[in-house]
């Protein structure tokens, strides 16, 4: 995909392909979208993460409550969206043995207990030992901490998202 494919977009066309760069946050897609023309993909991002950065706390909190849990309920019950089915996949999260996923589901209940938001990190880019174990640490950070290392990983998985669409070399949405 060309960058001039991009910019070329109307609001649908752009909110069809990157409508869940961050998950489940179609809005900052869409708000995104005006300040076409890009002059790279880059800006693209940047302009994502200027928006999550004026937001106020309960915003950027709010971003985080979009994702679903590692390993989580959505994920057993087949609810995820195929951007992170496939983070997930990747990670190993879909093939932990019994005992880990109760590791697993306690870490996150005590995560969202303490943080009132998900624990997110950048799946792809880890595996589900390094998984564990970062949710096994973060658990001990302080809320603004946490906030923090929260939003930078979905700035991670945003690019990744990013990386991936713009490989797959499609201009436009194809929908039968
Ligand atoms: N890392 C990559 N994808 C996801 C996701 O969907 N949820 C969480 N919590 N972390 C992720």
Same mark, same amino acid.
């Given at each position: 995909m060309d960058l001039e494919a991009v910019n070329s977009m109307n609001y649908e066309q752009f909110l069809d392909i990157f409508g869940n760069i961050i998950e489940k946050c179609p809005v900052i897609t869409a708000a995104v979208w005006s300040r076409r023309p890009f002059l790279s993909f880059c800006e693209? +991002? *940047?302009r994502v993460s200027e928006f999550? +950065? $004026?937001?106020?706390t $309960? =915003?950027?909190e =709010?971003?985080?409550?979009?994702?679903? *849990?590692l390993a989580g309920r959505e994920q057993a019950s087949g609810m995820l969206t195929k951007e992170s089915q496939e983070e997930q996949n990747q990670a190993g999260l879909t093939s932990l043995t019994s005992k880990e996923r109760e590791r697993m589901m306690l870490l996150n209940t005590e995560y969202k207990q303490k943080f009132g938001f998900p624990f997110v990190i950048c799946a792809k880019m880890s595996n589900k030992d390094q998984i564990i174990k970062e949710l096994t640490s973060r658990v001990q950070n302080h809320p603004s901490v946490e906030l923090l290392k929260g939003i930078e990983e979905v700035k991670k998985i945003c690019h990744l998202r990013m990386q991936d669409i713009l490989c797959k070399g499609s201009p436009l949405p194809t929908k039968l």
């Open positions: 693209v +991002e *940047d999550i +950065e $004026s937001l106020p $309960s =915003g950027k =709010g971003i985080l409550r979009c994702h679903p *849990d």
